[in-house]
């Protein structure tokens, strides 16, 4: 008992290698001494794997308990109890990353091995029942000298580093395995470190960009009364911003259906174009005909340099439909049994169609943004995919009102933060009440919103051309270096049972 509850406070431990603590050493620390305890155990590896996973999400998750106790309208006693099953559910992807590991080779050989499974299970867990690639272990190193690795094997490959790290430093028994591990550590962070001195992109052209930051209460969001309100709140915040080349607002920031809200749109649109800028606003798109409902960024004012007159008019092309839905929030599965069972399962805005898993880009006064909104900055590939050569920057936008004051909102923040350094392009992320921020292409924050208040903010933003080698070859740097591991580790069990044979 007291091994499980160990493991379990490991796993809680993880939560501060992420935003907004960035203990970044602890990714390698906490896990290698789970490791440790696990391969220390003659059996039972899943079990000590799932208790370690369990603290590991139960902590670094426990945001999700704020949307679902706060907005779920369920009892304390059941919004807990779904927090645990969706946190059991997640502690399996590592238990079965480590059984299997334990299952197929000698637990000496775990450096070698369990980066491969890890790996599997991790890309697993990124696509089953559409997908919860939170909490992956490179985000944490977003501020550590592995990060030079990011615009080379992305977040995926840096995961799969912190694995080797802490496996090696897990199998350390003796003063040489000692020096071996920490020889592992030096060249891992030290190549990482030389890896950042070089710039995978040049810069191309510089503009002036605002966001605006409503802090539109969720409780409020879809209330009738409050459209006209909220939509005047916006236009009284964008007054000072007019002179910027682009404007942005958040998600779904103007809370009536495109074509109930088309008016005002129009009205947003010639003044747009009247003070010379564009706008790129959230908003929900209905096709009565159809029945479909979309998350959709659309452009509003200039679409390029050249425009001198309003343009704007429904379903218009300039626009973006999100793809990856948040499950529950988004789409309800299963949704004729669960809908009638509590308002979780029945929120406003919980029913929409999925847009293509590839889009143009948007492109307002001549700029071209790769979009990703809310959940789906998580999704390295689904971002890849609407990165194009001659891409900007990327736009993600979100409402994390859901959250309230919660780590959660700091983490995705870290999350856009690794995306910028991927593909080596600025994250501009405006939110509805924070972390409202600039990101450059080498993934820092150059300025930012404090959370929950009403305002705007404006910057020059450098857009960049080029192409990192993770947005040419995606994983497969990753997967190559995982399966190279496990074929020396193959190969070093071979030779031994040869040798005592």
């Given at each position: 008992?007291?091994?499980?509850i160990?493991?379990?406070?490991s796993?809680?431990?993880?939560?501060?290698?992420?935003?907004?603590?960035?203990?970044?050493?602890?990714?390698?620390?906490?896990?290698?001494?789970?490791?440790?305890?696990?391969?220390a155990s003659s059996?039972?590896?899943?079990?000590?794997g799932?208790?370690?996973?369990?603290?590991?999400?139960?902590?670094?998750?426990?945001?999700?308990?704020?949307?679902?106790?706060?907005?779920?309208g369920?009892?304390?006693?059941?919004?807990?109890?779904?927090?645990?099953?969706?946190?059991?559910?997640?502690?399996?992807?590592?238990?079965?990353?480590i059984w299997?590991?334990c299952?197929?080779?000698?637990?000496r050989?775990?450096?070698?091995?369990?980066?491969?499974?890890?790996?599997?299970l991790?890309?697993?867990?990124?696509?089953?029942?559409s997908?919860?690639?939170?909490?992956?272990?490179?985000?944490?190193?977003?501020?550590?000298?592995?990060?030079?690795?990011?615009p080379?094997?992305?977040e995926?490959?840096?995961?799969?580093?912190?694995?080797v790290?802490?496996?090696?430093?897990?199998?350390?028994?003796?003063?040489?395995?000692?020096?071996?591990?920490?020889?592992?550590?030096?060249?891992?962070?030290?190549?990482?470190?030389?890896?950042k001195?070089?710039?995978?992109?040049?810069?191309?052209?510089?503009?002036?960009?605002?966001?605006?930051?409503?802090?539109?209460?969720?409780?409020?969001?879809?209330?009738?009364?409050?459209?006209?309100?909220?939509?005047q709140?916006y236009?009284?915040?964008t007054?000072?911003?007019?002179?910027?080349?682009?404007?942005?607002?958040?998600?779904?920031?103007?809370?009536?259906?495109?074509?109930?809200a088309?008016?005002?749109?129009?009205?947003?649109?010639?003044?747009?174009?009247?003070?010379?800028?564009?706008?790129?606003?959230?908003?929900?798109?209905?096709?009565?005909?159809?029945?479909?409902?979309?998350?959709?960024?659309?452009?509003?004012?200039?679409?390029?340099?050249?425009?001198?007159?309003?343009?704007?008019?429904?379903?218009?092309?300039?626009?973006?439909?999100k793809?990856?839905?948040?499950?529950i929030?988004?789409?309800?599965?299963?949704?004729?049994?669960?809908?009638?069972?509590?308002?979780?399962?029945?929120?406003?805005?919980?029913?929409?169609?999925?847009?293509?898993?590839?889009?143009?880009?948007?492109i307002?006064?001549?700029?071209k943004l790769?979009?990703?909104?809310?959940?789906?900055?998580?999704?390295?590939?689904?971002?890849?995919?609407?990165?194009?050569?001659?891409?900007?920057?990327?736009?993600t936008?979100?409402?994390?009102?859901?959250?309230?004051?919660?780590?959660?909102?700091?983490?995705h923040?870290?999350?856009?933060?690794?995306?910028?350094?991927?593909?080596?392009r600025?994250?501009?992320?405006?939110?509805?009440?924070?972390?409202?921020?600039?990101?450059?292409?080498?993934?820092?924050?150059?300025?930012?919103?404090?959370?929950?208040?009403?305002a705007?903010?404006s910057?020059p933003?450098?857009?960049t051309?080029?192409?990192?080698?993770?947005?040419?070859?995606?994983?497969?740097?990753?997967?190559?270096?995982?399966?190279?591991?496990?074929?020396?580790?193959?190969?070093?069990?071979?030779?031994?049972?040869?040798?005592?044979?």
């Amino acid at each position: 008992m007291i091994t499980l509850i160990l493991l379990a406070l490991s796993g809680a431990s993880l939560t501060f290698a992420y935003a907004p603590f960035s203990l970044w050493p602890l990714a390698i620390i906490a896990p290698a001494f789970a490791f440790r305890k696990i391969v220390a155990s003659s059996q039972h590896c899943f079990k000590l794997g799932w208790f370690f996973g369990l603290g590991w999400f139960g902590a670094g998750i426990s945001w999700v308990h704020v949307s679902i106790a706060d907005f779920g309208g369920l009892p304390i006693v059941v919004s807990i109890a779904l927090m645990l099953l969706l946190c059991g559910y997640l502690a399996l992807f590592p238990a079965t990353a480590i059984w299997l590991s334990c299952r197929f080779s000698p637990k000496r050989l775990l450096p070698l091995s369990l980066p491969f499974f890890w790996l599997l299970l991790e890309w697993l867990r990124s696509w089953l029942l559409s997908g919860f690639p939170w909490l992956s272990l490179g985000y944490s190193q977003i501020d550590s000298p592995l990060s030079g690795w990011a615009p080379i094997i992305g977040e995926t490959g840096m995961t799969l580093f912190v694995i080797v790290m802490a496996s090696f430093l897990a199998m350390a028994r003796n003063l040489k395995q000692c020096l071996s591990a920490i020889f592992v550590i030096c060249i891992t962070y030290g190549s990482g470190w030389v890896a950042k001195q070089h710039s995978w992109v040049t810069i191309k052209d510089t503009h002036e960009v605002a966001m605006i930051q409503g802090n539109i209460p969720q409780s409020l969001r879809w209330v009738p009364e409050q459209d006209e309100p909220t939509m005047q709140r916006y236009l009284a915040l964008t007054e000072p911003f007019w002179q910027s080349d682009l404007i942005i607002w958040p998600e779904a920031a103007v809370p009536k259906l495109e074509l109930l809200a088309f008016d005002y749109l129009t009205e947003v649109d010639a003044l747009s174009v009247e003070k010379n800028t564009a706008l790129i606003t959230g908003i929900v798109n209905y096709n009565w005909e159809s029945d479909e409902a979309w998350n959709n960024l659309i452009v509003l004012g200039k679409h390029d340099t050249e425009q001198d007159s309003a343009a704007y008019r429904y379903f218009h092309g300039n626009r973006y439909a999100k793809h990856q839905l948040l499950p529950i929030g988004e789409f309800v599965p299963f949704e004729d049994l669960l809908r009638p069972l509590a308002p979780l399962f029945d929120l406003p805005m919980s029913s929409f169609s999925r847009g293509d898993y590839q889009q143009a880009n948007l492109i307002a006064n001549g700029i071209k943004l790769a979009p990703a909104i809310c959940f789906e900055i998580a999704f390295p590939r689904q971002v890849s995919a609407n990165v194009y050569r001659d891409t900007d920057m990327i736009i993600t936008v979100s409402n994390d009102a859901w959250f309230g004051r919660s780590h959660g909102p700091a983490q995705h923040l870290e999350i856009a933060r690794m995306r910028a350094l991927e593909f080596g392009r600025p994250v501009v992320r405006a939110t509805n009440n924070g972390i409202t921020a600039f990101i450059d292409h080498k993934g820092e924050v150059t300025s930012a919103l404090p959370q929950f208040e009403a305002a705007g903010i404006s910057s020059p933003v450098q857009s960049t051309r080029g192409i990192t080698p993770y947005q040419k070859f995606g994983d497969v740097l990753a997967w190559f270096i995982a399966l190279l591991l496990l074929v020396v580790g193959y190969t070093l069990r071979t030779r031994e049972r040869r040798i005592f044979s």
